[in-house]
């Protein structure tokens, strides 16, 4: 069960293998099964009377599989076919599935979803639920227990009037004071309106222990020590008093951790970068401004965006999107954090794998939010 994408953008796409290989109508029913047991996979989301989006679960089921017969390019094909297409939620379901065949038997499948309704977290529990699926239906195993799974309806309910609706008003307090603090803009573009944007990939081996070997000596997390160098960089690069990245926090109570949805947050963090602090510094204030903002995660996307709208409008002036950062690691990764600090010292050095990747410029396009950059950066 390998390769798992998550996307800056629309969809995200997730390749699973099945313990066994499935007949066409075997592999109908694990995702059927799937459908059925997470509200996610069945939702629409509709214009309510308020004119706002609101969800709805009761999308039809995908319209059965793509099946591909297994050629060299065969994975890549059917990524094409239904992986590249956006969803509209308002008319179909967030899922597509399709399924790559060896003569009669399905050995992989794809499953694309939108990332309206699943993140990050959710992939190892789409991992865990395929593989019990695929145990029931193809192995005989016997059936998972009936119980109640808390789902993001759940979750939204708690927030209009249960145990999470005073978490949600102290959110909204928060940032309605917050957003004073954001940056309007660290970076004018050449052109009005317009972000020349570039994609590029870089790898490194050197990452890994030098992240963990900067964690330890500054007494926190490999999250914080890669969130402080982007706002490094950006206030040298910029000469901006403030820096401001907007990081992803996973958004969930222990309630919603074993839920697929989509709950993770996008939220700014701001520090100052006048006085130019020393890197040791500069990563206390980003530990601290994120804790900030952590505990002060339960709040909407529509909600900041109308907080920060009516900020704009008090200033007269547009606050960018700026820079996005994503990232995440591996069990491996968390395994190298219990190394000694010379084993650390030891595989940076020995680190030779480096490779530097420049693609062409996307397409320009009008873009008016401003989005200096998407940094995902990935440790395994």
């Known amino acids: 069960m390998q390769d798992t994408r998550l996307r800056a953008g629309s969809n995200a796409l997730v390749w699973l293998t099945p ?3 499935l007949e066409l109508g075997q592999a109908r029913r694990v995702v059927e099964l799937l459908v059925h047991r997470h ?3 069945r939702t629409l989301i509709v214009r309510g009377p308020d004119g706002l989006p609101e969800q709805r679960t009761d999308a039809p089921a995908p319209d059965g599989l793509h099946v591909l017969d297994e ?3 065969s994975r890549r094909s059917l990524e094409l076919a239904i992986g590249e297409t956006e969803f509209d939620l308002s008319q179909e379901g967030p899922l597509r599935v399709g399924a790559v065949r060896a003569g009669e038997r399905v050995t992989e ?3 694309v979803i939108s990332h309206c309704v699943f993140d990050g977290h959710s992939i190892p529990l789409l991992q865990a639920e395929f593989a019990l699926a695929v145990r ?7 059936p ?6 808390h789902q993001p309806l759940d979750s939204a309910l708690a927030e209009q009037s249960g145990p999470l609706a005073q978490h949600r008003a102290a959110s909204t307090a928060h940032w309605a004071r917050a957003v004073r603090e954001i940056p309007n803009r660290m970076f ?3 052109q009005d309106d317009l972000m020349h944007h570039y994609g ?3 790898r490194t081996d050197r990452l890994a222990p030098l992240l963990a070997l900067a964690a330890r000596r500054h007494r926190t997390t490999p999250a914080v020590v890669h969130a402080a160098t982007v706002h490094a960089l950006l206030a040298a690069l910029s000469a901006a008093p403030h820096s401001v990245v907007r990081s992803h926090f996973a958004g969930r109570t222990d309630a919603e951790a074993e839920t697929i949805g989509c709950f993770h947050c996008i939220l700014p963090v701001v520090v100052a970068t006048s006085d130019r602090p020393g890197f040791g510094a500069l990563i206390e204030r980003v530990a601290m401004q994120t804790l900030r903002a952590q505990s002060r995660y339960r709040i909407g996307y529509l909600t900041l965006r109308q907080l920060i709208s009516a900020e704009e409008r008090r200033r007269g002036v547009s606050i960018a999107d700026g820079t996005i950062v994503n990232f995440s690691f591996d069990e491996g990764f968390t395994s190298l954090q219990h190394s000694s600090e010379e084993e650390l010292l030891a595989a940076a050095d020995a680190a030779v794998g480096e490779l530097e990747l420049l693609m062409g410029r996307n397409e320009t396009t009008p873009d008016h939010r401003g989005l200096d950059s998407y940094l995902m950066t990935r440790i395994t």
């Open 109 to 111: 499948l794809l499953f």
């Open 39 to 41: 509200e996610a996979f």
């Open 19 to 21: 313990e066994c290989p």
């Open 144 to 149: 998972a227990a009936p119980r109640r799974r």
């Open 188 to 190: 004018v573009p050449a």
């Open 200 to 202: 590029a990939t870089y």
């Open 71 to 73: 050629v060299p390019d």
């Open 136 to 142: 029931e239906v193809a192995l005989g195993a016997e």
